[in-house]
């Protein structure tokens, strides 16, 4: 089992954690319409944590967009690279992330964030970070809403409400099941709104959830798993 190493220079604590998102966030693309729904690859990251031994896992599976059949998939493990910070989560996560998307075989495409894009108290969750940082096309799609309030949806999948921070939509409560507490969604990077909620419409065929996530969730589960053992050397 090989073990990444933190990135040289990575924030270190939260002042500089909170400069490299101000510097950052500029770059941040929301005009782009972003890939047409169900065509080309779709990528799920995800990440899992054993805090205990100081790991974090993450996967990368590759999707075909039409199918939903997975066509690739990729892990990796690293030490947790930044303490808990709410807001700050994606310097704990990208380092393991952005080294399964390198040891993808296939070009990603557009990738579904287990996390939030716009639905950020400073505009720039995971799935702008990670945008920004690969150029990648990249949507956020969360269980909860984070600090933000929401309109209810209607009860009809595909039934959405406002994502609100203030006055200002952030992303929306999208209803992917019938009854089903909605999930929250936002743009990310070079994608807008209203093309991040129809891809992941498009990837809840039948759970709550979108395929991707689901998909990428149980990988880096298993990944983690795998880690603990070799080093616990069982």
């Known amino acids: ?65 039409r199918t939903l059949d997975v066509v690739d998939r990729a892990t990796a493990v690293g030490r947790v690279a930044f303490p808990y910070v709410p807001g700050l989560l994606a310097f704990r996560e990208l380092p393991a992330v952005l080294a399964a998307l390198d040891a993808l075989s296939t070009g990603p495409g557009l990738v579904v964030c287990d996390g939030y894009g716009q639905a950020h108290p400073r505009r720039f969750g995971l799935a702008s970070h990670l945008g920004v940082l690969t150029g990648l096309p990249v949507l956020g799609v969360a269980k909860n809403p984070f600090t933000f309030t929401y309109e209810q949806p209607g009860p009809a999948r595909g039934a959405a409400g406002a994502l609100l921070a203030g006055g200002e ?44 996530t689901r998909h990428a969730d149980a990988l880096c589960r298993r990944a983690l798993a795998e880690a603990v053992r070799g080093v616990s050397g069982a």
């Open 1 to 65: 089992m090989t073990i990444i190493a933190t990135p040289a220079g990575w924030p270190a604590d939260e002042t500089e954690a909170l400069a490299v998102q101000d510097r950052l966030r500029g770059r941040v693309v929301l005009d782009e319409p972003g890939p047409p729904v169900g065509t080309g690859l779709v990528t799920g990251v995800d990440v899992a944590y054993d805090d205990e031994r100081d790991l974090v896992a993450a996967a990368a599976v590759v999707l075909d967009a």
């Open 169 to 212: 939509e952030v992303g929306r409560a999208l209803r992917t099941r019938d009854g089903v507490k909605p999930v929250f969604v936002s743009a990310g990077h070079r994608i807008t709104l209203d093309g991040a909620c129809a891809h992941t419409l498009a990837l809840t065929p039948r759970y709550r959830l979108p395929e991707t």
